[in-house]
């Protein structure tokens, strides 16, 4: 079973209808294209840093505290 309800076998035919459509250098180029985008945006959420991080070199030591009622 295929996705989606398509066969496997209809999957190949419009596959071939899209590559005589678009041509192998245009889908090339666009897989490419997807890719960068991809890339670039993997790229910049992983250079986010968080705005609670401190300088290296600096810390702050803090203890919780519970309070009993009395």
Not at 34 to 52: A, E, H, L, N
């Amino acid at each position: 079973m295929g996705l989606g309800g398509f066969s496997t076998g209809k999957l190949l035919i419009i596959l071939l209808i899209v590559i005589m459509l678009f041509g192998t250098r245009r889908l090339k180029g666009l897989g490419a294209d997807i890719g960068d985008t991809i890339r670039g945006f993997r790229k910049s959420m992983g250079d986010d840093k968080p705005v609670t991080e401190e300088p290296e070199g600096q810390s702050i030591d803090v203890q919780a505290r519970t309070f009993k009622d009395s």
